[in-house]
């Protein structure tokens, strides 16, 4: 896996899950985290392999998906049996997998508490003798959102005695230090310090483009076709489905190649978006925050906030889909008059300034870009309607996407 030398969070870690403790461990994105569960977990498998032997519960079907190819890589010599249990998958077949007893059973928490509901005691019932339950992405999985479909998942596992938990996370929040010290055990506690203040590396290059809201499109392109950019893969941050739609037909009008990652589509969809992007099939994925969290995309050289996220740990999370593992990386942020604030509270999170963005002048767009961008617009917005009202046909649609 050309991996060299541990990460600072699995040289911290890694010994401590070998010895028997429960395990919190907190550092930013792209610093290693799901190895330093996976390793141990895979050590202590290899002693006494048997049934289901870990449960790992992560918020995003995609982050669910990179989990599983992280432990096929890592036990590509152990026979190893998964099954990754999300949403948007046939629940016969992955209730036929569960009986099987896998391994390492992979999911998020609404899906599987699907299954404990209905899929009966023969299907949940290798998750009772699970030896390692983790929460990957543990500050969202404690989040309000999460909670009935939580408990439900931990109501089969809470009675395993010797059951180690292991929590990872980007940020540790209240709720991760609330669950430590509700424990019984000691609970190992490590938090990559350095990471934790900086919030963001040292090889990601931050910077904004200040302009007025209804022109991004033009800016958009004009960016990502400028000769510093073209040749750049990036994804391209949105806070909505139906402009994550629209950018993605606009862009595909432009000749760039693109594809596009959101709550909206299905989950098969989803799957072939981020297969087409990492296989550089597409240069550009356009994407809601459902992107934003543990996906490692490594040829990732640009993040666009097309949209400013409101929360500044949003921010966080997306910028990290690039400048991972020390790679150079740059972040660059649509500002218009609407954002100042979002931005000024995102630069006090991450405790530095942006630069302004000198590379894409406006009177470029303008002579360039306004006109046919403002079409391509007017036409994807046809499109979406059209599509909705069922005035184009399956065939067309699928010609179209």
């Not at 096929?72 to 010599?77: F, N, V």
């Not at 299907?123 to 992405?137: C, Q």
């Not at 200040?210 to 000769?227: F, N």
Request: proline share 4%; charged share 25%; hydrophobic share 40%.
């Amino acid at each position: 896996m050309a991996i060299r030398r541990p990460s600072q969070i699995q040289i911290a870690c890694i010994p401590e899950i070998l010895k028997g403790r429960d395990c919190i461990g907190g550092a930013r994105t792209g610093s290693g985290k799901t190895v330093a569960f996976a390793a141990p977990i895979l050590e202590k498998f290899s002693e006494d392999p048997y049934g289901v032997y870990a449960l790992i519960l992560t918020p995003t079907r995609e982050l669910a998906l990179q989990i599983s190819e992280q432990f096929a890589a890592l036990g590509s010599s152990m026979n190893l049996k998964q099954a990754v249990i999300v949403g948007g998958m046939d629940m016969v077949t992955q209730c036929i997998e569960l009986q099987k007893r896998p391994h390492i059973v992979i999911g998020t928490p609404g899906r599987l508490a699907d299954h404990i509901r209905s899929s009966g005691e023969e299907a949940i019932a290798g998750l009772r003798r699970i030896k390692f339950l983790v929460l990957d992405e543990a500050d969202r999985l404690l989040t309000p959102g999460f909670a009935i479909d939580l408990e439900t998942c931990m109501s089969v596992a809470t009675k395993v005695k010797d059951r180690q938990t292991l929590l990872f996370t980007a940020t540790i929040t209240p709720a991760v230090l609330q669950l430590k010290d509700s424990s019984k055990h000691k609970v190992f506690l490590h938090e990559v310090q350095s990471d934790s203040k900086l919030s963001t590396p040292d090889s990601l290059s931050q910077s904004y483009i200040l302009l007025p809201s209804h022109v991004r499109e033009s800016y958009l392109v004009s960016l990502l076709s400028s000769p510093a950019n073209e040749k750049k893969s990036a994804i391209v941050f949105v806070n909505r489905t139906t402009t994550a739609d629209v950018l993605r037909r606009i862009l595909r009008t432009m000749d760039i190649r693109v594809t596009a990652l959101h709550s909206s589509i299905s989950q098969r969809e989803r799957i072939d978006s981020l297969n087409r992007f990492r296989a550089e099939a597409a240069r550009i994925l356009v994407a809601t925050d459902v992107a934003s969290r543990g996906l490692d995309i490594p040829q990732v050289q640009m993040v666009v906030n097309f949209d400013v996220p409101a929360d500044a740990d949003d921010y966080i999370h997306r910028v990290g889909r690039t400048a991972r593992a020390g790679r150079a990386g740059e972040s660059i942020s649509f500002v218009t008059e609407h954002d100042v604030a979002r931005i000024q509270a995102i630069e006090k999170r991450v405790g530095k300034q942006m630069d302004k963005y000198d590379k894409v002048k406006e009177s470029e767009v303008i002579k360039n870009w306004l006109q046919p961008v403002s079409t391509a617009r007017r036409e994807a917005i046809m499109d979406i309607e059209r599509e909705a009202a069922g005035l184009v046909g399956p065939k067309k649609r699928k010609r179209r996407q």
